[in-house]
Antibody, heavy 117, light 103 residues
Framework: QVQLQESGPGLVKPSETLSLTCAVS??????????WSWIRQPPGKALEWIGF???????NINPSLRGRLSMSLDTSENQFSLHLTSVTAADTAVYYC?????????WGQGTLVTVSS | EIVLTQSPATLSLSPGERATLSCRAS??????LAWLQQRPGQAPRLLMS???NRATGIPARFSGSGSGTDFTLTISSLEPEDVAVYYC?????FGQGTKLEIK
């Protein structure tokens, strides 16, 4: 059974960069045809897709975040990462990592990131 | 960009009743639709893929149907643990969710 675990700071200052990592166990981030996704959920709101990265390293990013978002795979550590620059209060949310073969079969428990000075 | 519209926004039913949740896509998604369940304070989990295939460990009281633009998630007999928000999803798009309450 594949398990995912997010890690990163819970508090980020406005205009700074939000960096999160998702550690994968029970499976390999480099084995196809899985894709590895980031989803976020502002407090009390619906899920919002951020982007995903294929095992090949190809990414697909939410157009609303293009220019601020990058994602990467670290096959040596079996993890994938998100970097979101120039954050504002609107980026405050629970951030989930997820993965699967086309569908989101596996989810992390989520991590709350608050953007505040 | 495909938009997914879920109805109703909130559903309040008694234990043992049948729940019917709807998801409508702004254009055809064939059968490439998933249903997710998010219990209070928990991460979402996959219930259904390809519109009607139950994910591993999902009870048989959950069923999905539909294709093209109209999809339904049915819970045949509600249990207290079914209290959750249910989302439909296609690729990079989520619906706004249906909140299921048990009376």
């Amino acid at each position: 059974q594949v398990q995912l675990q997010e890690s990163g700071p819970g508090l980020v200052k406005p205009s700074e960069t939000l960096s999160l990592t998702c550690a994968v166990s029970g499976g390999s981030v480099s084995s196809g045809p899985y894709s590895w996704s980031w989803i976020r959920q502002p407090p009390g709101k619906a899920l919002e897709w951020i982007g995903f990265i294929y095992s090949s390293g190809t990414t697909n990013i939410n157009p609303s975040l293009r220019g601020r978002l990058s994602m990467s795979l670290d096959t040596s550590e079996n993890q994938f990462s998100l970097h979101l620059t120039s954050v504002t209060a609107a980026d405050t949310a629970v951030y989930y990592c997820a993965g699967g073969n086309y569908y989101l079969h596996f989810w992390g428990q989520g991590t709350l990131v608050t953007v505040s000075s | 960009e495909i938009v997914l519209t879920q109805s109703p926004a909130t559903l309040s039913l008694s234990p043992g009743e049948r729940a019917t949740l709807s998801c409508r896509a702004s254009q055809s998604v064939s059968r490439y639709l998933a249903w997710l369940q998010q219990r209070p304070g928990q991460a979402p989990r996959l219930l259904m893929s390809d519109a009607s295939n139950r994910a591993t460990g999902i009870p048989a009281r959950f069923s999905g149907s539909g294709s093209g633009t109209d999809f339904t998630l049915t819970i045949s007999s509600l249990e207290p643990e079914d209290v959750a928000v249910y989302y439909c999803q296609h690729l990079n798009t989520f619906g706004q969710g249906t909140k299921l309450e048990i009376k």
